[in-house]
């Protein structure tokens, strides 16, 4: 083995959102959505190496969560939901009161709750008074911020369907992917017959009217959620068990994409950040350079949801025990976004150092979740007899390992900047003594260190999955 380009310094880190914003369009991962047109706030396009993350991620999480389970099932729901879900869900009407947003936190408050709790009477109060009166006041958020000004505003998306101008109907494109999985409720018993506690799962797109989107995809109106909603006994005991699994489970699975410990925390709710039918409720958060910030939810939302679409559907929601009784069950929630994981991992990869003495930049990818495992370069592109043994490996590794990259464009050491800024694990390069000896040069993303490895060990080599 010859061991060159060792040493590797992590330097401190500033400005790094920016960086991460200019390295994703750089390097294709991710544009502002409708670039060409001037933008559109809020919207996101991932590109090829975007793409392939983004698809890891949601793979490791349908494997853990659904895949390797026996008693969760999983879903894929409509986007467009008739408006009497989000009447039963209480979206309506929570998601149209006059709101106020935490300049910092971008919590939203109901600006007549924050003016009732300073004792004003806000009956038959105009949103423009209240806006006048909370100034007046000086009223900030409960977590002490400064706010901006109230406005009655609708979170859900509005589209109109139907052919005919004039007589198109109003639904919303859903606010969460959650209340897809709640009205499938009834489908999931009556064609899978499942036993109490069981979960249903869904990975989708939902979208929110955000007031201010804001931190590249950390807030924007256009995103993926992953959850999952764990149905079960509704007592506490059982509520409580399942809770603090899920809990843990989330919190695995999210240090599994490869982050720092030290950047992940589980936080609980406050009483006054808890929905009213929450009987639980924790955030996992990641230090983000604009401070923590939620990941993750885990929620116990008991028999709410469930109980609501029951009188908003008139259709029973109840689950029928062997022994004849029925319950209502309740639901244990395990959610988060797509596009946050995505933007977390990238900020906790992101690596500055210097390697033969010269400076780089890295992602510092678990290997799992990297968009592309292993890059194959024949050392130069006009040696016909390098290009095509380069491309019989290719072959051979692209068989197993489908996310791999052809490269031969520049000299070596730009390739390998090339592929450590996508984050590219290993790269391979074939080279004359390769056409002596059928062994290539393996060099590693984090450490620069290169190895002669035979082509018949060289998949043995790379520890990918
Ligand atoms: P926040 O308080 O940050 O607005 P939330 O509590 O409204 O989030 P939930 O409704 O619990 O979020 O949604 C579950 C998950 O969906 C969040 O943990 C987050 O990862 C993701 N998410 C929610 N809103 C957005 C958004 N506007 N942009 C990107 N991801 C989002």
Redesign the pocket.
Same mark, same amino acid.
């Given at each position: 083995m010859s061991s060159i380009n060792t040493m590797t310094k992590e330097t401190n880190i500033d400005n790094t959102m920016e960086k991460i914003v200019s390295l994703c369009k750089r390097r294709g991962f991710v544009y502002q959505g409708s670039e060409v047109y001037g933008g559109l706030a809020g919207t996101w396009d991932y590109g090829p190496f975007g793409t392939e993350l983004d698809s890891n991620i949601k793979q490791y999480w349908w494997k853990k969560f659904v895949q390797d389970r026996e008693n969760i099932y999983g879903i894929n729901a409509s986007i467009m939901m008739s408006p009497k879900v989000w009447e039963a869900s209480g979206h309506t009407e929570s998601f149209t009161d006059p709101l106020v947003e935490d300049k910092i936190t971008?919590?939203r408050y109901r600006a007549d709750h924050l003016l009732e709790e300073a004792g004003i009477d806000v009956n038959n109060m105009s949103v423009e008074e209240m806006g006048e009166k909370m100034s007046e006041l000086n009223l900030k958020s409960p977590a002490g911020n400064s706010v901006t000004e109230p406005k009655v505003f609708n979170l859900m998306v509005e589209a109109k369907i139907g052919a005919v101008e004039g007589e198109k109907e109003s639904v919303y494109l859903r606010g =969460?992917i959650t209340q897809g999985v709640h009205v499938n409720f009834k489908n999931i018993l009556d064609s899978m017959h499942p036993k109490l506690p069981f979960g249903v799962a869904q990975i989708g797109k939902?979208f929110?009217n =955000?007031i201010v989107?804001a931190n590249f995809? +950390?807030?924007?109106?256009e +995103?993926e959620?992953m959850e999952l909603q764990y149905y079960v006994r509704p007592n506490k005991e059982d509520g409580d068990k399942q809770f603090e699994y899920w809990k843990q489970f989330s919190m695995d699975w999210y240090k599994g994409l490869g982050i720092r410990e030290s950047n992940l925390r589980l936080r609980e709710h406050e009483e006054n950040e808890r929905a009213h039918y929450a009987k639980d409720a924790w955030?996992i958060e990641y230090k983000t350079p604009f401070g923590w910030?939620?990941?993750?939810?885990i929620h116990n939302r008991s028999d709410w949801d469930l109980k609501r679409h029951q009188e908003y559907s008139g259709v029973s929601m109840e689950y029928l025990e062997q022994d004849g009784t029925r319950v209502m069950p309740w639901v244990i929630e395990t959610?988060?976004?797509v596009?946050?994981?995505f933007l977390f991992v990238l900020l906790d990869a992101y690596r500055e150092d210097k390697i033969g003495g010269e400076d780089r930049t890295y992602l510092a990818l678990s290997p799992h979740i990297a968009p592309v495992k292993v890059a194959i370069f024949p050392l130069l592109k006009n040696k016909p007899e390098l290009v095509s043994k380069a491309r019989e490996v290719y072959k051979s590794v692209k068989e197993k390992i489908p996310q791999i990259m052809w490269d031969d464009n520049g000299n070596i050491g730009k390739r390998y900047r090339r592929q450590d800024e996508i984050g590219t694990p290993y790269c391979v390069t074939i080279d004359f003594d390769t056409l002596e000896n059928d062994t290539v040069t393996v060099r590693d993303r984090d450490s620069g260190e290169q190895k002669r490895v035979p082509i018949l060990d060289l998949l043995g080599s790379l520890s990918i999955y």
């Open positions: 971008h919590k =969460e939902a929110r =955000e989107p995809l +950390f807030r924007v109106r +995103f959620q955030d910030r939620e990941a993750w939810g959610s988060g976004g596009g946050r994981a």
